[in-house]
């Protein structure tokens, strides 16, 4: 049988159960940071429970006894309230179940592990990637400028020529009344165009934390197409599109997914833009893939990819004069956080394909249940 002696030894909280979840021993790392005293956890089965945080004890206890009832043992993450100085940390909780021979559970055997200081450090990773990420969607808008101002540019000076025409229309005599009603139809149409634009451009330059909700993929592929025609224009791309009707939605942040297109669509104009030979053919493409996913493909005609396109999506790895290589490192980052892949394969006869595969619906939870002991 397990040594209480050996778990006396370790330096994290150890514990044993009884069969039915009645605990028997306790060691002393996890009695000092509760305060509590092996009789008093002897003689309340759910000693533990007074440590955690009121918030999270009707999903700890759930946990607790859905691992003990089916002999599973259990995982999770509670706060816990450290005695010395009444602060609580984050603790992942942990049992196993040790059997006899006929599988009859004889023990549970855990730990209370504090992982106080890895959840603050991944918290602040991620609020360091959300940063980077937004420095990357700020400097792509950069490189858009000018088919942003052509994007406003359009619908103000259509709403200038309609606005010239129903004064035109209302200086006659008599007025031409529907003329001129027309007319402002046409600039309440184009002054809600403009707005459009300038939404969609403040909501992708913005830094909000992250968002899921439904997104239409192709919708979201031609809004980020409207920011990018002046660029394929400027660099003589050719640009088709062969977008599948009735994909289900993907669930996610739309602002994010379309940050990945634009890149890979970005990327590609830039790959091509030193082409002098045969055409510069950009060609943006979803379909159903595996059951339940789709992918979204940005091929060019460019002049292929490195050795190990691998590489291309490691941080600081860049094959541009001026770039940071960051770009697709982020690219790869937030597709993985929705469930996805990322990858690139080379195009013929000549060019790069980059897919992004996406599940439809919300990507599975990581983790099982999770909170403390």
Same mark, same amino acid.
């Given at each position: 049988?397990?040594?209480?002696?050996?778990?006396?030894?370790?330096?994290?909280?150890?514990?044993?159960?009884?069969?039915?979840?009645?605990?028997?021993?306790?060691?002393?790392?996890?009695?000092?940071?509760?305060?509590?005293?092996?009789?008093?956890?002897?003689?309340?089965?759910?000693?533990?429970?007074?440590?955690?945080?009121?918030?999270?004890?009707?999903?700890?206890?759930?946990?607790?006894?859905?691992?003990?009832?089916?002999?599973?043992?259990?995982?999770?993450?509670?706060?816990?309230?450290?005695?010395?100085?009444?602060?609580?940390?984050?603790?992942?909780?942990?049992?196993?179940?040790?059997?006899?021979?006929?599988?009859?559970?004889?023990?549970?055997?855990?730990?209370?592990?504090?992982?106080?200081?890895?959840?603050?450090?991944?918290?602040?990773?991620?609020?360091?990637?959300?940063?980077?990420?937004?420095?990357?969607?700020?400097?792509?808008?950069?490189?858009?400028?000018?088919?942003?101002?052509?994007?406003?540019?359009?619908?103000?000076?259509?709403?200038?020529?309609?606005?010239?025409?129903?004064?035109?229309?209302?200086?006659?005599?008599?007025?031409?009344?529907?003329?001129?009603?027309?007319?402002?139809?046409?600039?309440?149409?184009?002054?809600?165009?403009?707005?459009?634009?300038?939404?969609?451009?403040?909501?992708?330059?913005?830094?909000?934390?992250?968002?899921?909700?439904?997104?239409?993929?192709?919708?979201?592929?031609?809004?980020?197409?409207?920011?990018?025609?002046?660029?394929?224009?400027?660099?003589?791309?050719?640009?088709?599109?062969?977008?599948?009707?009735?994909?289900?939605?993907?669930?996610?942040?739309?602002?994010?997914?379309?940050?990945?297109?634009?890149?890979?669509?970005?990327?590609?104009?830039?790959?091509?833009?030193?082409?002098?030979?045969?055409?510069?053919?950009?060609?943006?493409? @979803?379909?159903? !893939?595996?059951? $339940?996913? *789709?992918?979204?493909?940005?091929?060019?005609? &460019?002049?292929?990819? +490195?050795? %190990? #396109?691998?590489?291309?999506?490691?941080?600081?790895?860049?094959?541009?004069?001026?770039?940071?290589?960051?770009?697709?490192?982020?690219?790869?980052?937030?597709?993985?956080?929705?469930?996805?892949?990322?990858?690139? @394969?080379?195009? !013929?006869?000549? $060019?790069? *394909?980059?897919?992004?595969?996406?599940?439809? &619906?919300?990507?599975? +939870?990581? %983790? #099982?249940?999770?909170?403390?002991?």
């Amino acid at each position: 049988m397990l040594s209480h002696e050996l778990l006396q030894q370790l330096p994290v909280c150890a514990w044993t159960l009884k069969p039915d979840g009645t605990p028997d021993f306790v060691n002393r790392v996890w009695l000092e940071f509760a305060g509590q005293t092996l009789d008093f956890v002897r003689s309340h089965p759910e000693a533990w429970m007074t440590a955690v945080h009121p918030e999270d004890q009707e999903f700890a206890a759930k946990s607790f006894w859905k691992g003990v009832r089916s002999g599973q043992g259990f995982a999770f993450e509670t706060r816990s309230l450290r005695a010395q100085d009444g602060v609580y940390r984050c603790h992942l909780q942990q049992a196993l179940a040790l059997r006899d021979a006929e599988g009859k559970v004889l023990k549970f055997v855990g730990t209370t592990t504090d992982i106080d200081d890895q959840k603050r450090a991944e918290e602040a990773l991620r609020q360091a990637a959300a940063e980077l990420a937004h420095a990357n969607r700020i400097a792509t808008m950069g490189q858009l400028s000018a088919s942003i101002a052509h994007e406003v540019n359009q619908p103000i000076a259509a709403t200038l020529m309609n606005a010239g025409t129903a004064a035109r229309f209302l200086d006659r005599l008599p007025p031409n009344l529907e003329e001129a009603r027309q007319a402002i139809d046409h600039i309440i149409r184009d002054g809600k165009r403009a707005a459009d634009v300038v939404s969609r451009i403040r909501n992708f330059s913005q830094k909000p934390p992250p968002q899921n909700g439904v997104v239409e993929i192709n919708e979201a592929i031609l809004e980020i197409m409207g920011l990018t025609r002046v660029a394929t224009s400027e660099h003589g791309v050719l640009v088709k599109m062969q977008l599948s009707d009735g994909l289900p939605p993907i669930v996610g942040d739309r602002v994010q997914l379309q940050q990945v297109i634009l890149n890979l669509i970005m990327n590609a104009i830039e790959a091509m833009s030193d082409v002098t030979e045969g055409p510069r053919e950009l060609l943006i493409s @979803t379909s159903e !893939a595996e059951p $339940g996913s *789709v992918i979204v493909a940005v091929s060019d005609s &460019g002049p292929g990819l +490195p050795a %190990n #396109p691998e590489h291309l999506f490691e941080a600081f790895y860049t094959t541009k004069a001026s770039g940071l290589g960051m770009g697709l490192a982020i690219c790869r980052s937030i597709t993985q956080n929705h469930g996805g892949r990322l990858w690139a @394969t080379p195009n !013929a006869p000549h $060019g790069a *394909v980059f897919c992004m595969l996406l599940p439809f &619906g919300e990507k599975s +939870p990581e %983790n #099982p249940e999770s909170s403390t002991p």
